[in-house]
């Protein structure tokens, strides 16, 4: 049986200095049917407007795409995250591209993280949306719905709003068929300020039928066009043959330290294959002008790093997420840490999500 593969063209690549034009040319070897792309990047604007990201496939755009509302001029701001899902490539080379929006600027602070997946043994795609929010208050940003075969699932979400007072939270959360979800959240300083909340990922059962998942607007946050949202589903349909779901943190509070200290961690136990570590969080700074960097440690090996240019002090926002590719993981116990780097300060406000899901060896 073909295993799936998992490979990561662009890690926190920098972005190109330019105004609303093609910023990345990507070549990629695909080895034929459907793949998940997954996308996050940052930019920002001279003037407040609308921000966007889109990505293209040999020419074609797939329908996929980052977006938020800039609500000030000159400050870099995460896109959140998405995954597009591509139907039946053929096997070779295909060219991805990223186009942003006719005001959205980027610059060498900027960074864009690309991850792809063809999933072929035990997994399958159920789908993948992109959706600009509804206009309103604490309601449904995103609803999709899908057939499962009735094994778990995997569902990723992202979203973007504002609250209109200051120091509270702008939410939303993944639901499967009305359920609980699992939160996703950002702390705004200011208000009427737009922030993209920090994505997560959640891991369900389902039993053989049609289902609805959903991204919800939480508390009093706020959206309309200008926002998006995005949500995915992937349902492990052998589990003898399929990657293999290792570790997750869903929305957890951050712990408190000034620049040097552990952030959050999990447990994870390999069976030796290669990793896909996704990683997402939220973090300030009191150094204007600033790169903001949060290491991701297996043990005490540093293998990636998420990132955010801050231009303001004292205002948590999002970094741009990272689906890491980590092979040669040794089998056994290990630790996955995230560490902030100097300048970079999280404290209870801040939100860490992580998922990590293991591609046995071929």
């Keep these: 049986m073909t295993s799936s593969t998992i490979s990561q063209p662009l890690n926190n690549a920098a972005l190109p200095a330019q105004t609303g034009g093609f910023v990345i040319k990507q070549p990629v070897n695909f080895t034929g049917g459907d ?76 960074v864009v993280c690309l991850t792809v997946i063809e999933p072929n043994d035990g997994l399958a795609i159920r789908l993948a949306e992109d959706a600009p929010c509804p206009t309103g208050v604490a309601q449904p940003l995103i609803t999709a719905r899908a057939e499962t075969k009735g094994g778990g699932v995997w569902i990723s979400g992202s979203s973007s709003g504002w609250v209109t007072q200051a120091a509270t939270t702008v939410r939303s959360a993944l639901l499967y068929d009305g359920g609980d979800g699992a939160p996703m959240e950002v702390f705004a300083n200011n208000a009427n300020q737009r922030l993209t909340v920090v994505p997560t990922d959640n ?38 043959q399929a990657p293999s779901y290792l570790a997750g943190i869903t929305n957890a509070a951050a712990q408190a330290q000034q620049g040097s200290g552990t952030i959050a961690s999990v447990p994870v136990t390999s069976k030796g294959g290669t990793l ?53 993981i040794p089998a056994g116990s290990h630790t996955l840490s995230l560490v902030g780097q100097p300048n970079t300060i999280t404290d209870q406000n801040d939100r860490v999500s992580a998922f990590v899901m293991e591609f046995p060896k071929s």
């Design 35 to 110: 793949a998940l792309i997954g996308f996050s990047a940052s930019a920002w604007s001279g003037q407040p407007g609308p921000i966007s990201m889109s990505l293209w496939l040999d020419g074609q755009p797939t329908g996929a795409m980052l977006g938020t509302y800039a609500s000030q001029g000159a400050m870099h701001l995460s896109l959140g995250h998405t995954w597009a899902w591509v139907h039946g490539l053929t096997p070779g080379q295909h060219v991805i591209m990223l186009e942003t929006g006719p005001a959205t600027v980027t610059d060498p602070n900027d």
């Design 276 to 328: 896909l570590v996704k990683g997402a969080a939220s973090c300030w700074t009191q150094t204007a002008n600033a790169p903001l960097v949060m290491s991701v440690v297996i043990d005490s090996t540093p293998v990636g790093m998420l990132r955010i240019f801050a231009n303001p002090t004292s205002v948590h926002m999002a970094a741009v997420t990272n689906d890491l590719v980590v092979p040669n």
């Design 203 to 240: 891991v369900e059962d389902t039993s053989r039928g049609n289902h609805e998942f959903q991204v919800f607007g939480g508390g009093q946050t706020q959206t309309d066009p200008n926002d998006y949202a995005h949500l995915s589903v992937v349902e492990w349909v052998d589990y003898a």
